[in-house]
């Protein structure tokens, strides 16, 4: 079992629509949270981080962690076809030297 | 802003080739990775570094080596290219402490024939 899973899609939704993005994990130590987006043929981008259980947002970006569930999501309003990418969660324990562990990510296409 | 360079978008070569494919970051940071980036399968960590001529093994280090002879550099080798490496490399790179600041190169595309 891995221990970050993530549904790979991909998820089509229209423009100005409310997108759903989950991922699961079964580390108990991670501690800090990841959203990269990577548009194509480019390496991923980090588009917000939370630090243990809570809400986050940022514009029309709103993450949310819930260490009892081990469940993360990341929410976007008002979806724009701009939004269009491959979206990893990413998270990791709470020492310097650790690595991400990355989700294999979700495609999301945003219609016009 | 920081810059991680990866030397080579494409790359193909031959089965049982050395291949060296190079990244180098331009923010002074301690911590460098190397991932591999496959469908369905995510990024999967190949090896990092912590310092300068320090390495750690990550999740699939096997066929791989890594160099890290200064701070700015860090080579990723395949000892012996096979097809199953064929593969989208990224390298990264992150400040001492900043736990979720990584910031990635475009990536070096590698198809081995």
């Known amino acids: 079992q891995k221990e970050v899973e993530q549904d790979p899609g991909p998820l089509s939704v229209p423009e100005g629509a409310i997108v759903s993005l989950n991922c699961t994990y079964s580390?108990?130590?991670?501690?800090?949270f990841m959203w990269y987006r990577q548009y194509s043929r480019k390496g991923p981008e980090l588009l917000m981080y939370?630090?243990?259980?809570g809400n986050k947002e940022d514009g029309r970006f709103t993450a949310q962690v819930d260490k009892s569930s081990k469940y993360i999501s990341l929410f976007i309003r008002d979806s724009q076809p701009s939004d269009s990418a491959t979206y990893l969660c990413?998270?990791?324990?709470?020492?310097?030297?650790?690595?991400?562990?990355f989700g294999s990510g979700t495609r999301l296409q945003v219609q016009p | 802003d920081v810059k991680v360079t990866q030397s080579s978008r494409y790359l193909v070569k031959r089965t049982g080739e050395k291949v060296f494919l190079e990244c180098v970051q331009d923010?002074?940071?301690?911590?460098m990775f190397w991932y591999r980036q496959d469908p369905g399968l995510g990024l999967r960590l190949i090896y990092f570094?912590?310092?300068?001529?320090?390495?750690e093994k990550g999740d699939i280090p096997e066929g791989y080596s890594v160099s890290r002879e200064k701070k700015e550099r860090f080579s990723l080798i395949l000892e012996s290219a096979s097809t199953n490496q064929t593969s989208m490399y990224l390298c990264?790179?992150?400040?001492?402490?900043?736990?979720?600041?990584?910031?990635f190169g475009s990536g070096t595309r590698l198809t081995v024939v």
């Open positions: 990264a790179s992150r400040g001492m402490g900043y736990l979720w600041g990584y910031t």
């Open positions: 923010m002074d940071h301690e911590n």
């Open positions: 990413a998270m990791s324990g709470d020492t310097g030297r650790r690595a991400l562990t």
């Open positions: 939370t630090y243990s259980s």
């Open positions: 570094s912590y310092d300068v001529k320090m390495k």
């Open positions: 580390n108990s130590a991670f501690q800090y």
